[in-house]
Protein backbone atom coordinates (compact mmCIF):
# COMPACT_ATOMS: atom_id res chain seq x y z
CA UNK A 1 0.00 0.00 0.00
CA UNK A 2 1.42 3.21 -0.93
CA UNK A 3 2.06 5.79 1.97
CA UNK A 4 0.13 9.08 2.42
CA UNK A 5 2.22 12.18 2.38
CA UNK A 6 -0.76 14.88 2.64
CA UNK A 7 -3.90 13.97 4.42
CA UNK A 8 -6.62 17.46 4.05
CA UNK A 9 -9.88 17.37 5.69
CA UNK A 10 -12.22 19.41 6.61
CA UNK A 11 -10.30 22.23 5.98
CA UNK A 12 -11.27 25.70 6.88
CA UNK A 13 -9.86 29.00 6.40
CA UNK A 14 -12.04 32.21 7.07
CA UNK A 15 -10.96 35.79 6.52
CA UNK A 16 -12.72 37.73 9.47
CA UNK A 17 -12.91 41.61 8.27
CA UNK A 18 -15.03 44.60 9.18
CA UNK A 19 -17.30 43.96 6.07
CA UNK A 20 -18.05 40.33 7.63
CA UNK A 21 -16.69 37.12 7.19
CA UNK A 22 -14.88 35.58 4.03
CA UNK A 23 -15.08 31.63 3.80
CA UNK A 24 -12.08 31.35 1.79
CA UNK A 25 -11.47 27.78 2.12
CA UNK A 26 -14.88 25.87 3.24
CA UNK A 27 -14.59 22.29 4.26
CA UNK A 28 -11.91 21.19 1.73
CA UNK A 29 -10.44 17.86 1.80
CA UNK A 30 -8.26 15.86 -0.17
CA UNK A 31 -4.89 13.55 -0.16
CA UNK A 32 -1.97 12.70 -1.48
CA UNK A 33 0.16 9.87 -1.50
CA UNK A 34 4.37 9.84 -1.83
CA UNK A 35 5.34 10.39 -5.52
CA UNK A 36 1.78 11.81 -7.01
CA UNK A 37 0.88 14.89 -8.12
CA UNK A 38 -2.33 17.23 -7.41
CA UNK A 39 -3.93 19.71 -9.08
CA UNK A 40 -6.33 22.00 -7.55
CA UNK A 41 -8.68 23.91 -10.25
CA UNK A 42 -10.95 26.42 -9.72
CA UNK A 43 -11.54 30.05 -10.76
CA UNK A 44 -10.34 33.00 -9.53
CA UNK A 45 -10.90 33.48 -6.05
CA UNK A 46 -12.40 30.22 -5.06
CA UNK A 47 -9.46 29.52 -2.30
CA UNK A 48 -6.64 28.05 -4.34
CA UNK A 49 -4.17 29.38 -2.98
CA UNK A 50 -5.42 30.30 0.22
CA UNK A 51 -5.07 26.58 0.42
CA UNK A 52 -1.81 26.35 -0.37
CA UNK A 53 -1.59 28.91 1.88
CA UNK A 54 -3.04 27.45 4.79
CA UNK A 55 -0.57 23.99 4.40
CA UNK A 56 2.20 26.38 5.39
CA UNK A 57 0.66 28.09 7.90
CA UNK A 58 1.00 30.98 6.32
CA UNK A 59 -2.06 32.72 5.75
CA UNK A 60 -1.78 36.57 6.04
CA UNK A 61 -4.14 38.50 8.76
CA UNK A 62 -7.12 38.56 9.03
CA UNK A 63 -6.66 35.20 8.04
CA UNK A 64 -7.11 32.25 10.13
CA UNK A 65 -7.79 28.32 10.18
CA UNK A 66 -10.47 27.39 12.31
CA UNK A 67 -10.78 24.11 12.05
CA UNK A 68 -10.49 20.83 10.39
CA UNK A 69 -6.17 19.12 10.26
CA UNK A 70 -3.58 19.00 7.88
CA UNK A 71 -1.72 15.84 8.09
CA UNK A 72 1.62 15.69 6.77
CA UNK A 73 3.59 12.24 6.75
CA UNK A 74 1.14 11.11 9.62
CA UNK A 75 1.40 14.54 12.11
CA UNK A 76 -1.19 17.14 12.31
CA UNK A 77 0.87 20.90 11.05
CA UNK A 78 -1.83 22.49 12.66
CA UNK A 79 -0.69 21.26 15.95
CA UNK A 80 2.91 21.90 15.45
CA UNK A 81 4.36 25.15 17.36
CA UNK A 82 5.71 28.16 15.13
CA UNK A 83 9.41 27.10 15.99
CA UNK A 84 8.78 23.19 14.45
CA UNK A 85 7.18 24.65 11.19
CA UNK A 86 10.08 27.08 10.48
CA UNK A 87 11.85 23.98 10.30
CA UNK A 88 9.70 22.21 7.92
CA UNK A 89 8.95 25.37 5.42
CA UNK A 90 11.37 25.31 2.74
CA UNK A 91 13.34 22.05 3.67
CA UNK A 92 10.11 19.53 3.92
CA UNK A 93 7.65 21.45 2.34
CA UNK A 94 8.59 24.37 -0.04
CA UNK A 95 6.33 26.58 -1.98
CA UNK A 96 6.61 28.51 -5.52
CA UNK A 97 4.64 31.60 -5.33
CA UNK A 98 2.79 33.18 -8.41
CA UNK A 99 4.34 36.30 -8.09
CA UNK A 100 8.13 35.87 -8.30
CA UNK A 101 8.20 39.81 -7.79
CA UNK A 102 6.93 39.60 -4.20
CA UNK A 103 8.49 36.85 -3.13
CA UNK A 104 12.11 37.84 -3.95
CA UNK A 105 13.61 40.23 -1.17
CA UNK A 106 14.96 43.47 -3.66
CA UNK A 107 17.27 44.38 -0.51
CA UNK A 108 19.44 41.12 -1.49
CA UNK A 109 21.18 39.40 -4.12
CA UNK A 110 20.27 36.55 -5.49
CA UNK A 111 22.75 34.15 -4.03
CA UNK A 112 22.14 35.66 -0.14
CA UNK A 113 18.47 34.41 -0.66
CA UNK A 114 19.43 31.16 -1.80
CA UNK A 115 22.14 30.88 0.93
CA UNK A 116 20.12 31.73 3.62
CA UNK A 117 17.44 29.00 2.25
CA UNK A 118 19.92 26.17 2.36
CA UNK A 119 21.85 27.20 5.50
CA UNK A 120 18.85 27.34 7.34
CA UNK A 121 18.57 23.59 7.22
CA UNK A 122 21.63 22.30 5.92
CA UNK A 123 25.32 22.72 7.49
CA UNK A 124 27.63 23.44 4.69
CA UNK A 125 31.12 24.86 3.53
CA UNK A 126 30.75 28.31 1.97
CA UNK A 127 32.43 26.66 -1.38
CA UNK A 128 29.70 23.74 -0.89
CA UNK A 129 27.21 26.47 -0.26
CA UNK A 130 27.98 28.49 -3.52
CA UNK A 131 29.19 24.87 -5.89
CA UNK A 132 24.63 24.24 -4.84
CA UNK A 133 23.47 28.01 -5.71
CA UNK A 134 25.26 27.33 -8.58
CA UNK A 135 23.95 23.91 -9.64
CA UNK A 136 20.27 25.22 -8.41
CA UNK A 137 20.48 27.93 -10.70
CA UNK A 138 21.71 26.18 -13.69
CA UNK A 139 19.25 23.85 -13.03
CA UNK A 140 16.21 25.94 -13.92
CA UNK A 141 18.20 27.89 -16.89
CA UNK A 142 19.74 30.93 -15.48
CA UNK A 143 22.80 31.97 -18.07
CA UNK A 144 26.33 32.45 -16.38
CA UNK A 145 25.29 32.00 -12.86
CA UNK A 146 28.01 32.36 -11.15
CA UNK A 147 27.71 36.16 -12.47
CA UNK A 148 24.35 36.34 -12.14
CA UNK A 149 23.87 34.99 -8.79
CA UNK A 150 25.61 38.77 -7.68
CA UNK A 151 23.02 40.52 -9.36
CA UNK A 152 19.58 41.57 -7.61
CA UNK A 153 16.21 40.53 -8.38
CA UNK A 154 15.58 44.45 -10.29
CA UNK A 155 17.97 43.02 -12.69
CA UNK A 156 15.78 40.26 -13.74
CA UNK A 157 13.27 40.05 -16.38
CA UNK A 158 9.60 38.50 -14.60
CA UNK A 159 10.42 34.69 -16.15
CA UNK A 160 14.26 35.16 -14.62
CA UNK A 161 12.87 35.93 -11.19
CA UNK A 162 10.41 33.43 -11.29
CA UNK A 163 13.03 30.72 -11.91
CA UNK A 164 15.26 31.92 -9.11
CA UNK A 165 11.80 31.19 -7.18
CA UNK A 166 11.70 27.86 -8.00
CA UNK A 167 15.28 27.29 -7.63
CA UNK A 168 14.86 28.22 -4.03
CA UNK A 169 11.96 26.36 -3.46
CA UNK A 170 13.88 23.35 -4.78
CA UNK A 171 16.95 23.94 -2.74
CA UNK A 172 16.45 21.26 0.19
CA UNK A 173 14.72 18.72 -2.15
CA UNK A 174 11.29 18.94 -0.58
CA UNK A 175 9.32 16.06 -0.15
CA UNK A 176 6.08 18.09 -0.84
CA UNK A 177 5.99 21.35 -3.16
CA UNK A 178 3.47 23.35 -3.67
CA UNK A 179 3.19 25.59 -6.75
CA UNK A 180 0.74 28.25 -7.24
CA UNK A 181 0.86 29.10 -11.04
CA UNK A 182 4.93 28.88 -11.20
CA UNK A 183 5.45 28.62 -14.93
CA UNK A 184 3.44 31.05 -16.42
CA UNK A 185 6.11 33.70 -17.20
CA UNK A 186 8.98 31.14 -18.21
CA UNK A 187 9.42 28.29 -21.55
CA UNK A 188 8.03 25.14 -20.83
CA UNK A 189 11.14 23.37 -21.63
CA UNK A 190 12.51 25.17 -18.68
CA UNK A 191 9.28 24.30 -16.48
CA UNK A 192 10.06 20.61 -17.03
CA UNK A 193 14.02 20.64 -15.95
CA UNK A 194 12.88 22.59 -12.99
CA UNK A 195 9.83 19.49 -12.01
CA UNK A 196 11.99 16.43 -13.12
CA UNK A 197 14.82 18.00 -10.42
CA UNK A 198 12.66 17.76 -7.66
CA UNK A 199 11.68 13.96 -6.10
CA UNK A 200 8.91 13.37 -4.38
CA UNK A 201 8.99 11.71 -1.21
Known sequence: MEEM?????????YFFTEAGVVKAVDSVSFNLKKGESLGL????????????????RIVPKPGKTIEGTIKFN?????EK????????RGNQIAIIFQDPSSSLNPVFNIETQLKDVLLAHTPMSKEDCTKKII???????????????????????CGMKQRVAIARA??????FLVMDEPTGNIPVSISKRAKSSCTSG
Open 5 to 13: LLEVNGLKT
Open 74 to 78: GENLL
Open 170 to 175: LANNPK
Open 41 to 56: VGESGSGKTVTALSVL
Open 135 to 157: ELLSVVGIPEAETRMHEYPHMFS
Open 81 to 88: SEKEMQAI
